[in-house]
């Protein structure tokens, strides 16, 4: 079965051709052709997404681009079975540009128009290994951490799911971008603050302000970084301002930023394996491409749960794609759990859609 799915709910602008089939012991995916374009560069003098702007390139880079994924396939409409789009959540304005588009390719070629939810895109995705979604033990506990969303989600069966924690206020990713931008890096500011805290891990640079680890006793799988956020600040101030920061200063600020996010999320995953008796751990989002808290966690499950089996997403899907929301769609579909003969109704942007 061959999906063809949209991807427009941030920054990125994608679309793939992916196959799926049922095997022995679950479903295998292959990627026939892809196309991803990023309008991060376009954003970074906002210093973040502006969804007008991000719609307006959205609209003129897909006709581009879905021409380029079917031509990387090889394939034309034809061989499609159906089509995918993300509904939510992300900004309705970005969101809309990819749903009009794929009812008017939906209306044209007559096929089936499937909404994804963009984090079940993330975890769903996150979950193959080497093109394969095979042998998942149940539970599953998802870490989802992006640029809007930081959220510890439970799995007990295929589809069925339970959040078990989320932040409070704002999410990881945008915690990283904010601090990135008062150490005076560039959008987006989690790769650039990821750089420089191993240039500082390398060195053996350590930074003279002391971050405040948040919500370590708070008993639950909630997080924070508000005040995280608001801590970086006053530390900046107090030591002068960056500009007074040599760059090896900076560099290993940014590490402390980052041990003080590896920190938080290594007590709270160990709080939600727990609670959630997972047997499968995975991590999924933008910020899941993070290396420092990849270790991190992969060594908590190593060391505390050997029983658990952990799941990182290959690099090349960590971010916002086509592909994790043509896998989510085609999970659904070989395992049953949707219809494919009848087109579902009309769709719309859900910017607050959540997964449980
Ligand atoms: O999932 P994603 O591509 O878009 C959303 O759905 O939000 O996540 C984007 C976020 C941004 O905040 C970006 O700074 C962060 O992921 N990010 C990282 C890294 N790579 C991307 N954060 C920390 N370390 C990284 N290596
Ligand atoms: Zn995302």
Not at 39 to 46: M, N, P, V
Request: net charge negative; proline share 4%; glycine share 8%.
């Amino acid at each position: 079965m061959k999906i063809l799915a949209i991807e427009t709910s941030c920054d990125e602008t994608g679309i793939a051709v992916v196959e799926g089939t049922k095997t022995e012991h679950g479903f295998a995916f292959q990627v026939l052709g892809s196309t991803l374009l990023s309008q991060a560069q376009l954003h970074a003098e906002y210093g973040g997404v502006y969804p007008t702007l991000a719609k307006r390139e959205h609209e003129k880079n897909l006709p581009v681009i879905f021409k380029d994924a079917l031509a990387a396939a090889d394939l034309s409409m034809h061989d499609v079975d159906a089509i995918a789009v993300t509904h939510g959540p992300g900004l309705e304005p970005a969101l809309w540009s990819g749903i009009v588009f794929a009812q008017e390719l939906a209306k044209e070629t007559d096929k089936p128009l499937l909404p994804v939810n963009h984090m079940e895109g993330h975890l769903i995705s996150s979950l193959v290994k080497g093109g394969e979604l095979e042998h998942v033990h149940m539970p599953v506990l998802a870490l989802l951490i992006s640029g809007g969303h930081t959220e510890f989600i439970v799995m007990r069966d295929w589809f069925q799911y339970e959040k078990i924690g989320e932040t409070l206020d704002d999410a990881v990713g945008e915690a990283f971008d904010k601090v990135a931008r008062m150490l005076g890096l560039p959008y987006p500011g989690g790769p650039e603050i990821s750089k420089l805290a191993q240039y500082a891990r390398g060195q053996n640079l350590r930074s003279q302000a002391k971050l405040p680890r948040p919500m370590l006793q708070s008993g639950n799988c909630n997080v924070s970084f508000s005040g995280l956020k608001t801590a970086a600040l006053y530390a900046l101030r107090d030591m002068g301002g960056v500009q007074k920061l040599s760059a090896d200063e900076v560099a290993a600020f940014a590490r402390e930023f980052e041990d003080t996010v590896g920190d938080v999320f290594v007590a709270k995953t160990r709080a939600a394996l727990v609670e959630s008796d997972a047997k499968t751990f995975v991590i999924g989002g933008g910020v899941a491409a993070n290396a420092h808290l990849r270790e991190r966690l992969v060594e908590i499950v190593r060391d505390e749960f050997p029983d658990v089996e952990v799941r990182l997403p290959e690099l090349s899907i960590t971010g916002d794609n086509a592909i994790m929301i043509a896998e989510a769609a085609l999970a659904h579909l070989l395992a049953g759990d949707w219809p494919l003969e009848t087109p579902q109704g009309e769709l719309r942007a859900v910017g607050n859609l959540s997964l449980a």
